[in-house]
């Protein structure tokens, strides 16, 4: 597998490419895995799908699957409503997720500007129930609180081979900023912990879609 990357960093980097390293032989010459930042000239700059191959700085990258992740914004009926800004997001009260364009309209996930807040499913439900209780509070004529949001995404970067994130954010002058409380997996000598991240991510999947959808 090749990452070409238009970005020099990712999140969780440092845990993932030791859990490249330990499973697929990562910065060695037979390694599984292969990850080109910008700097290397990692940015994708064409596409030719009849000869299965991405054009980048660095050269041509023929492979048998490409997995090509386009330039993202708002989906269109956010722009047909006239949320987005000029960048195709949609700018919020960062305390109650309104949109500081059109009134009484609320936009939380991926499509809203929640600044340090990453572009998550974690992150939309944590800003969901800031926006609900924001509502509650406007229809009961209450000013709404100080909202503490949180993000956790795991990954399995093999089977039993988990990685893991977690941050919490607050409002600072109307901008969503992280806690210096916030994390990523250690690097350690025990075998058991990035097994015991892999039980559990099963564990907080299983709990976060049911708190999404039950
Ligand atoms: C490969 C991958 C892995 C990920 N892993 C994680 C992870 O481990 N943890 C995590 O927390 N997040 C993860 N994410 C991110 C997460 O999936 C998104 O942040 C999250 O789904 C955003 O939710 P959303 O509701 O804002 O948008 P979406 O999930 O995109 O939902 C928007 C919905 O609106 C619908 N829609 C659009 N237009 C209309 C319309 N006109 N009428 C009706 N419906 C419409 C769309 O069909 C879609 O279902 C991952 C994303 C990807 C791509």
Known sequence: MIILDHKDAFTKE?????????????NTPNAMIEWI???????????????????????????????????????????????????GWCPVNRRTFESEIVRDVFVIGDAAVADAMPKSGYSANSQAKVAAQAIADQLAGRTP??????????????????????????????????????GVSPITDSPAQPLLEAIYQRNWHRTFANDCFA
Do not use: H
């Open 14 to 26: 440092v845990p993932f490419k030791k859990a490249w390293e330990r499973l697929y032989g990562f």
């Open 145 to 182: 609180g100080e909202p503490s949001m949180i993000n956790v995404c795991y990954s399995l970067a093999g089977e039993n081979y988990g990685v893991s994130i977690v941050d919490i954010f607050k409002v600072v002058d109307n901008r969503i900023v992280k806690l210096p409380a916030s």
């Open 37 to 87: 930042p910008a700097a290397q000239g990692g940015k994708p700059k064409r596409v030719d799908v009849d000869r299965m191959t991405v054009i980048a700085e660095a050269g041509a990258f023929k492979a048998d699957v490409i997995n090509y992740i386009a330039p993202q914004r708002a989906s269109p009926i956010a722009f047909r409503m006239g949320l987005t800004n000029r960048e």
